[in-house]
T-cell receptor, first 108, second 113 residues
Framework: RKEVEQDPGPFNVPEGATVAFNCTYS??????FFWYRQDCRKEPKLLMS???SGNEDGRFTAQLNRASQYISLLIRDSKLSDSATYLC?????????FGTGTSLTVIP | NAGVTQTPKFRILKIGQSMTLQCTQD?????MYWYRQDPGMGLKLIYY???????DKGEVPNGYNVSRSTTEDFPLRLELAAPSQTSVYFC????????????FGQGTRLTVV
C-alpha cells in the first residue's frame, strides 16, 4: 500500500477555472504535510505547507483532515503559469513521502 | 546562497560502470536525502542522513551506497550500473525532520546503456 495516493489526472482546465486536487495518506502517525509543485524536467519546489486549521496563500487553499487522512489543494482563478505537476507530500519518521503527482494543464 | 547543488546534471553510463553523484548544501541542514524519480512513479527515497556520520536506507537502496563525512556533502555511489538505474536523481536537504520543507537540487539525469 502506498504511503501517499493522488489522482494522477491529467486535469485540463480553462483559464479562470477553479480546480481541486485530493490526496490520502495511509499512516495516521504522519507529522507534517505539504504541497509541492514540479515543472517539467525540474526539481520539486514547495508550494505551501498544510495545517490542520487550513491555510490560504493567494489563490491557493490547502486543507488537512487528520481524521480522514485526507489533504486537499484548491486553486482559484487558474493561470496559464499554474500548469505543472502538484505533489502531495507527507513527513514521518525523518522521511518525506511523495505522491505520484497530479498533472494540471491550464488552457487559454 | 546556492542551496542544494548536484553534479553532474547529465550522465550516460555503460552497464557495469560506476559513478558518484555529488550533492552539497550550504544551508547547514542536518537532514539530507537522495531520491530517484521514474516517469509517472513519483519520488522514491534511496538513502537519507540525519547528520554527519549517520546514514540509513530508504525504500529503494539496492545498487547504491552513500556516505556523510561532513554536514555539507552527501554523495551517492552507483556500483555496477544497470539499465534499471536509468532515472532522474534528486538530492534534498531539510533543517529538521518535521514541520519544515525539503529543498531540492536541480537533479541528475542518468542513462545506463
Amino acid at each position: 500500500r502506498k504511503e501517499v495516493e493522488q489522482d494522477p489526472g491529467p486535469f485540463n482546465v480553462p483559464e479562470g477555472a477553479t480546480v481541486a486536487f485530493n490526496c490520502t495518506y495511509s499512516n495516521s502517525a504522519s507529522q507534517s504535510f505539504f504541497w509541492y509543485r514540479q515543472d517539467c524536467r525540474k526539481e520539486p519546489k514547495l508550494l505551501m505547507s498544510v495545517y490542520s486549521s487550513g491555510n490560504e496563500d493567494g489563490r491557493f487553499t490547502a486543507q488537512l483532515n487528520r481524521a480522514s487522512q485526507y489533504i486537499s489543494l484548491l486553486i482559484r482563478d487558474s493561470k496559464l503559469s499554474d500548469s505543472a505537476t502538484y505533489l502531495c507530500v507527507v513527513n514521518m519518521d525523518n522521511q518525506f513521502y511523495f505522491g505520484t503527482g497530479t498533472s494540471l494543464t491550464v488552457i487559454p | 546562497n546556492a542551496g542544494v547543488t548536484q553534479t553532474p546534471k547529465f550522465r550516460i553510463l555503460k552497464i557495469g560502470q560506476s559513478m558518484t553523484l555529488q550533492c552539497t548544501q550550504d544551508m547547514n541542514h542536518n537532514y539530507m536525502y537522495w531520491y530517484r524519480q521514474d516517469p509517472g512513479m513519483g519520488l522514491k527515497l534511496i538513502y537519507y542522513s540525519v547528520g554527519a556520520g549517520i546514514t540509513d536506507k530508504g525504500e529503494v537502496p539496492n545498487g547504491y551506497n552513500v556516505s556523510r563525512s561532513t554536514t555539507e556533502d552527501f554523495p551517492l555511489r552507483l556500483e555496477l550500473a544497470a539499465p534499471s538505474q536509468t532515472s532522474v536523481y534528486f538530492c534534498a536537504s531539510s533543517y529538521r525532520a518535521m514541520n519544515t520543507e525539503a529543498f531540492f537540487g536541480q537533479g541528475t539525469r542518468l542513462t545506463v546503456v
